[in-house]
């Protein structure tokens, strides 16, 4: 009885020690994996800091050239609100465009004047080799008023090109501008011909 019990003895103790290296084994991976996973963290953490510096640097660069322009007129927001080519003539191009305009003077400006400028090239890149302007008017704005207007017309211009859109107010501070690629032309589909029933 004594040599099996200390067999028994044995065979546990070795139990003991088989479950024992297996828990450390399981915590030492565990705790391997929470590094890798912090250390991915730290690095993802670095790439965002970094990131967002260079956006505040950038945001801190064009704060100080907004700074530096002198007081009046700013054209602050461009956008191309609706585009599109008219449907009986491929050569000409309806805009409606949407211009944010702000008095940054400690005095009233008065109505000024202003151009929207529209330069073309071809696709792919190439000079701008056509320009179109038209004059628009801007009214008056009291110290520090801001106000959306709104410019639409039609143009010459061709499927595919890209189109550089520039608005200045004549005499003023800053300027806008707003790049786009035209659209192609719907393929237009024609109505299957009608078949003539014969008749005996």
């Known amino acids: 009885m004594s040599r099996r019990y200390k067999w028994i003895k044995r065979i546990a103790s070795l139990i003991i020690i088989i479950l024992f290296f297996i828990i450390i084994n399981g915590f ?21 800091e970094g990131s967002l510096n260079k956006l505040k640097e950038k945001n801190e660069e064009l704060q100080q050239k907004i700074d530096q322009l002198p007081a ?39 109505r000024a004047d202003g151009h929207i400028l529209f330069s073309f090239r071809n696709p792919g890149g190439g000079n701008f080799f056509r320009t179109l302007w038209r004059a628009v008017e801007i009214p ?5 008023e801001v106000k959306m207007l709104q410019f639409s017309g039609r143009i010459s211009a061709q499927p595919r090109e890209e189109m550089l859109i520039i608005i200045n107010i004549d005499n003023q501070p800053g300027l806008a501008k707003e790049r786009i690629f035209l659209p192609s032309l719907p393929v237009k589909k024609h109505p299957p011909l009608e078949k003539n029933n014969a008749h005996d």
């Open 28 to 48: 030492f991976r565990e705790n391997l994996r929470l590094l890798d996973e912090r250390n991915w963290w730290q690095d993802k953490t670095s790439t965002l």
């Open 72 to 110: 009046g007129l700013i054209v602050s927001e461009l956008q191309v609100e609706a585009i599109s080519f008219v449907p009986d003539d491929a050569s000409r191009l309806e805009y409606k465009l949407s211009v944010t305009v702000e008095n940054t003077a400690s005095i009233s400006s008065p």
């Open 140 to 144: 008056s704005l009291r110290p520090g």
